[in-house]
């Protein structure tokens, strides 16, 4: 059995000591730390404070890290804008060896116009991955690059595409974006697990809603809990990732409403992989 997890976006407007205690009354055994968290990343990322969570809380160990993604992309068509998309992700992957987390997932980046990625977009991929091999080798936190949504310029969006990259890459690990891939069907997020489940060391967990998006929960919705079987049937073991997004509810939602949320979610988690 994996570990349940939760993203502590799901919690993004409250210090991140409060995110901890929520996330242990939930019942779920360990939590995403996205390094833009608010309370984190506004605050100039104080490591000692992020330090004195995790020891405070040794039952959700060892977390995840999730690298900075928001408005960055290290392929982006300018160069600097590139720069600081690839330092933040390697700047993640130092800290998650700081803080003895097991897993930082990165994003693969896209071409900046909405257009099929072309050689130049390939190139700074290569250059991207280069990049976090150098770190991943000097470090014994796993590197996990997740699938994105399935966009004309996405650079990692099928199932082939990340089996390509992860044989080339025998060091690099694979994080399942189970709602990006069911955007596509939800055969095409089993044809995930078919090709790259010897590398898949977290998953990304949320159905998709009635507008077609992701990041919607789980416990009653059919084709999340058969992709959850299928995962649970390949003896898949790792991290189990909620991905929830609280603006897809009519209101705003309490701290205790969301903890409800999730103790339901995870025990929709525990009865597919029992």
């Known amino acids: 059995m994996g570990r349940f997890a939760v993203s502590t976006m799901f919690f993004h407007e409250y210090p991140c000591d409060h ?19 608010p309370h984190f990343w506004l605050r100039d990322r104080p490591e000692d404070e992020l330090a004195g969570c995790i020891a405070g ?13 928001l408005d960055l992309n290290p392929c982006s068509i300018n160069p600097r804008v590139a720069e600081i998309s690839v330092d933040y992700a390697i700047e993640a992957i130092r800290m998650a060896e700081r803080m003895g987390a097991a897993v930082v997932t990165v994003h693969p980046g896209k071409r900046t116009a909405k257009r099929h990625p072309s050689a130049y977009d ?66 095409e997020a089993i044809r995930f697990i078919d090709l790259c489940i010897e590398r898949m060391t977290n998953v990304h967990v949320s ?42 509810f009519p209101g705003a939602l309490s701290s205790e409403e969301k903890v409800v949320l999730l103790s339901r979610e995870s025990e929709a988690l525990r009865e597919a992989f029992s």
């Open 19 to 37: 995110i901890f205690d929520y996330i242990a009354e939930s019942g779920l055994d360990s939590l995403e730390f996205w390094v833009e968290t």
């Open 57 to 69: 809380h040794p039952e959700l160990s060892p977390i995840t890290v999730h690298a900075p993604s």
């Open 122 to 187: 390939y190139r700074r991929f290569e250059a991207y991955i280069a990049r976090l091999r150098e770190v991943a080798e000097e470090t014994r936190v796993k590197v996990a690059i997740e699938n994105l949504e399935p966009r004309v310029n996405a650079l990692l969006s099928t199932a082939e595409d990340a089996a390509e990259v992860l044989e080339r890459e025998p060091w690099l690990w694979f994080t399942l974006d189970m709602g990006h891939a069911m955007m596509t069907s939800c055969d």
């Open 207 to 248: 159905a998709l809603g009635g507008n077609g998006r992701p990041h919607h929960p789980i416990h009653d919705d059919p084709e999340a809990l058969r992709v959850l079987a299928e995962l649970a049937d390949r003896g898949y073991g790792g991290y189990l990732t909620l991905e929830l997004e609280d603006m897809v």
